[in-house]
């Protein structure tokens, strides 16, 4: 019996693979795209206070263009009891404010290769974390393969013949940290989402953190310089991929399993190392991108593969 009627939109399976890709694809840009941002602004590579200020603006806008949004559908985006707005702040000093303020302060001490293979760890604690959290998210054979897999093609995907697997606390600790903060606040939301819209939460949290960033990177010594179109432009898509593609990931979140679409994530640093080679002008012909997509997608597929018997 056809039961699609009785499916929420964003449970039926298909509409979450292509939901959660396309999540995955639009952070992915955001590394090309953070990058021709910092040249455009001209922000110096170790001016992290000024790239707080840079990322602060970006969240605050998208926040502010979802509650936007959220108007214009009638949603009640004030109608919210005190201890909603406490949590939606909780939620936004944490899963924008402090996960990327120590995001880049590891990056300041460690390689932007290392960092990228220590923030796939969040993908892991999402996983972890679900299993003794919810009843229905428990880890499994098929769950466990597919996270390694997809962490084998992140590390594929930055693999170079120079790589130092050393760890060094305050650089590696530090992005390993803003991963697990990063897992745990998403968790949090989805929690949230239960009883507050997922674009209303969304919008407040990203407005909060990225309002939190923004004075905490000016207090520190950081600033902004617009020139031109191209720095309105930059900044403007920057914005738009951070609401749809937070808006949607929380809605996916609040329809469905966290070990389901967690695993996803291990997309992005495939698709923005990919996509920073096409429009950066990096090469894009190298072996590692096919094997790096192809542990990915494979991973993704065991961790979703429907279960058979004990299996």
């Known amino acids: 019996m056809d039961t699609n009627h009785q499916t929420p939109l964003f449970a039926r399976k298909n509409v979450v693979y292509m939901g959660a890709a396309l999540c995955c694809l639009l952070w992915g840009s955001a590394y090309p795209a953070i990058k021709s941002g910092y040249e455009i602004f001209q922000i110096a590579t170790d001016d992290i206070p ?12 998208a926040g502010l263009l979802l509650l936007l949004f959220a108007m214009m559908q009638r949603k ?20 924008t404010s402090l996960q990327y303020i120590f995001f880049y ?16 760890t969040g993908t892991f604690f999402s996983v972890l974390l679900a299993h003794f959290i ?23 995907v930055n693999f170079n013949s120079g790589m130092d697997f050393s760890f060094t606390l305050l650089g590696d600790g530090s992005v390993v940290l803003a991963a697990f ?11 949230i ?3 507050v819209d997922p674009t209303v939460m969304t919008g407040y949290q990203l407005g909060m953190g990225g309002l939190a960033l923004v004075v905490g990177g000016y207090l520190s010594g950081g600033s902004l310089t617009v020139h031109g179109f191209s720095s309105v432009a930059i900044l403007g898509y920057l914005t738009l991929l951070s609401s749809v593609a937070f808006a949607l990931w929380s809605i996916l979140l609040k329809y469905n399993r966290v070990g389901m679409i967690a695993p996803f994530n291990f997309l992005i640093p495939v698709s923005g190392a990919v996509l920073s080679s096409i429009f950066l ?17 494979s991973g993704i597929w065991w961790v979703n593969k429907v279960k058979q018997g004990n299996a």
Do not use: H
């Open 181 to 191: 903060i990063l897992s745990a606040a998403t968790l949090y939301g989805k929690r």
């Open 134 to 156: 919810y009843q229905n998210d428990k880890l499994s054979y098929n769950k466990t393969l597919g996270c390694v897999l997809g962490f084998a093609g992140v590390m594929v």
């Open 50 to 61: 000024s790239k707080i200020v840079f990322a602060g603006y970006r969240f605050l806008f």
């Open 281 to 297: 002008g990096e090469n894009i012909l190298e072996w590692k991108y096919a094997v790096a997509l192809v542990l990915v997608c």
């Open 76 to 95: 009640p985006i004030a109608r919210l009891s005190g201890r909603q707005y406490g949590q939606l702040a909780v939620l936004g000093l944490t899963q």
């Open 193 to 195: 989402s239960q009883t």
């Open 105 to 120: 302060i590891g990056l300041a001490f460690t390689t932007g290769v290392k960092g990228s293979i220590m923030n796939a």
